[in-house]
Each structure stands twice: as structure tokens, then as C-alpha cells.
């Protein structure tokens, strides 16, 4: 991506969104967002309109597909929904996630002097 | 690279993200204001508070749209992209087959291309005199002498042409012609110049107008007629009398 922000950045918010929707069955833009903020107790106060920047990476991949629905009130909503493919890529980004966490952290308690 | 791949992605951007697919995504906004303005609410705020709220925590929709607009311009010119890369890649790895696809496609190409020339200019593109598509050639076909299907025209006897003339009536004129090549002197060196033979009304029945002068007509063709005028072409006319208006009338050798 040339647009100048982190790719792992990115790419966290999207295995959120990712897990989200693995684990809550189809949301609007809103839920996936609300959950989020839930589960993350708060303390992750997100811009809640990036969450669609990675929808849209998402839906490209076609990791996840968007479908016109009612929403709890019974306006309009598009419900977004995890393909196969993106059950698929959830299994081994998490996996590659828990790697790389696992090293960074362990760089990070390395003891100044080694 | 990225450069090349922008450019890609403001012409691509361009069909992807059709009007349907932004006008969906502004809907899709209006409904996430919406319902963070009822959460805001429920949470006690005013409604003009909990719609200011709702837009803090959303972002700004313009730039939203705008970062989506751009986004689907850029995936999808990122996939094309390597698509491109990992078509070149597979053939490079296989030259024979390149070579011989590439074979193919040329030559496919400049044949067709050739075919297409060859129809446009004699089948496709009209002849240039008015009413074109109500000339037609007629023929003689002489079965002793050349072949008798290969559509060749042979030349009609002043007779026979005088009969048809007569007796067509679902032509409106029937005029002659006949191909011949001429010498042309007097200024400057001699030339042949390549011409035709034609009856009294060829140029009516063509619907030609001449720039100087005039055209053969009937009465030139008729017996005790002045048969000896010539219509020059254009280009003739320009390449050796200089586009002179004065060479009307001046007798040729």
C-alpha cells in the first residue's frame, strides 16, 4: 500500500474485523466497530470510520462478502459476513500473529545490557 | 513503479467504483451515524449533542468517501498489477511457447488487418459520387474467352451497349466506358497518362461536378458530336497545368 500508514497496522484492524465477524455471524459497519470497542473493554477507542477502509480490503480479497439487510431498528444496513476463504486466512494470519507477537515480545524483554 | 500503478488506478478507479457503488457507501454511512446517534442517546445526550458525538466518532463522511473512492482504485490496479507481473514472469519461463503465441498473434493480427484493409477499401467504404448506392456495373461475360466466373467484365460492343441503353428500364442511364491510356505532350515532356473512353452521359449517370469548365455530355456523343474533349482529373489538373483555369477550352495533343 502506498498510502503511507503502517501496513501491520492495517493489517491488525483487519484480522479484528476478520475474527469479528468469525465469531458474531453478519454485521453492519456499526456492530463490527461496537464489538470491537467491547471486547478491547474500551481502551481501543478506534475512528470507527477506518473500519470500513478495511472492509473494503476485506471484500476485495473476498475474504468476506457485504449483503443488503434490515438492521435491528428496520432501516437499511449492509451485513458483511467471513467466506470460507476468509475462515481459511483467519486460521493462519492468527497463527502468523501469535508468532510475531511472540518474538516482539520477546525482544522486548531482553534486558538492556544482553 | 508506483507512479505507472497511480496512473493505472485513476483509470481504473474510474469504471470500479461506479456512481451506484459510492452513492451504496453513502448510504451505508448515513446508517452508522444513525445508529451511534441512538447509542449517544440512549447514553443520556442530546439529540443535536448525540449527532455531533456520532460524527466525532465516525470521522468525517468527505474524507470517509474519499478514502474509499481511492481504495477501490488502488486494489484493484494492485491486482491488475500482478496479474501483469505473473503473466510475464510464466512466460518468460517458457520462451518456445512465447515465441510461439507471439508468432501466432502477429501474424493472425497483420492478416486480418490486411483482409480488413483490402474489404474496407473495395466492399465497406462507399464509392465517392452521390446516390453510390444506387450505381451499378454490368458486364458482358464472354464464355469462349476468359473464364466465365471469375467476374471479370468484359468489354460490350457499341451495339450491344446501344440495345441496353434502349431497352434498360430499371436503370435510370446506362452510360460506357472504356479503360485506355493516353499521351499527353505539348509543355513539358511527354506523358501517358492512364484515362477511359467514356459515353456522353458518364458523368450524369456519376453525378460529377467539374471545378473548371465542363463535362462530356449526350450532344458531345452524338453523331457529328465534337468528339474530342477531355475532362481532366484533379490531381492531373494540379500536377501538370499548375491548377490553371485557363487550360479550358486549349486544344492538346
Known amino acids: 500500500m502506498a498510502d503511507g500508514k503502517s501496513e501491520i497496522l492495517q493489517g491488525t484492524l483487519d484480522l479484528m474485523v476478520l475474527k469479528t465477524l468469525a465469531a458474531m455471524g453478519p454485521l453492519h459497519g456499526y456492530g463490527i466497530a461496537r464489538r470491537i470497542e467491547q471486547i478491547s473493554e474500551e481502551a481501543l477507542q478506534i475512528n470507527q470510520g477506518t473500519i470500513y477502509a478495511s472492509l473494503v480490503r476485506l471484500l476485495q480479497r473476498g475474504w468476506i462478502s457485504g449483503a443488503w439487510g434490515a438492521s435491528e431498528n428496520n432501516r437499511k444496513a449492509k451485513f458483511y459476513s467471513i467466506t470460507r476463504t476468509g475462515r481459511k486466512r483467519l486460521a493462519s494470519e492468527a497463527e502468523n500473529w501469535e508468532r510475531i507477537s511472540g518474538v516482539i515480545g520477546r525482544v522486548l524483554r531482553i534486558s538492556e545490557r544482553g | 513503479m508506483f507512479s505507472w500503478m497511480r496512473i493505472l488506478g485513476v483509470k481504473i478507479r474510474s469504471w470500479v467504483s461506479r456512481r451506484g457503488e459510492e452513492d451504496e457507501f453513502a448510504r451505508e454511512l448515513e446508517e452508522h451515524l444513525a445508529l451511534l446517534t441512538e447509542e449517544n442517546i440512549s447514553r443520556g445526550m442530546t439529540v443535536d449533542e448525540a449527532r455531533r458525538m456520532a460524527r466525532v466518532r465516525l ?13 477501490y482504485g488502488w486494489l484493484a490496479a494492485e491486482t491488475v498489477w500482478r496479474d501483469v507481473r505473473y503473466a510475464l514472469r510464466t512466460l518468460r519461463k517458457s520462451p518456445g511457447f512465447t515465441l510461439v503465441c ?21 466492399l465497406l467504404r462507399p464509392l465517392p459520387y452521390p446516390n453510390h448506392e444506387r450505381l451499378v456495373r454490368i458486364g458482358e461475360r464472354h464464355p469462349r474467352n476468359g473464364c466465365g466466373l471469375c467476374g471479370n467484365f468484359g468489354n460490350a460492343t457499341y451495339a450491344n451497349f ?11 442511364n446506362v452510360s460506357a466506358f472504356r479503360e485506355w491510356s493516353f499521351n499527353l ?6 506523358e501517358q497518362v492512364p484515362g477511359a473512353l467514356v459515353s456522353g452521359n458518364f458523368f450524369a449517370a456519376l453525378g460529377s461536378k467539374p471545378v473548371a469548365g465542363r463535362m462530356i455530355t449526350p450532344e458531345d456523343d452524338a453523331p457529328g458530336g465534337d468528339n474530342h474533349i477531355v475532362v481532366l482529373s484533379y490531381t492531373l489538373w494540379q500536377r501538370r497545368f499548375g491548377a490553371e483555369r485557363g487550360v479550358v477550352g486549349k486544344t492538346h495533343g
Open chain 2, 102 to 122: 507471439v508468432l501466432t498473434l502477429g501474424l493472425g493480427i497483420g492478416a486480418s488487418t490486411a483482409i480488413f484493409s483490402v474489404v474496407n477499401g473495395v
Open chain 2, 185 to 190: 505532350t505539348g509543355d513539358g515532356e511527354p
Open chain 2, 59 to 71: 470521522g468525517g463522511t468527505t474524507q470517509l468517501r474519499e478514502i474509499h473512492r481511492e481504495q
Open chain 2, 162 to 172: 446501344n440495345d441496353l441503353e434502349r431497352a434498360a428500364n430499371t436503370v435510370e
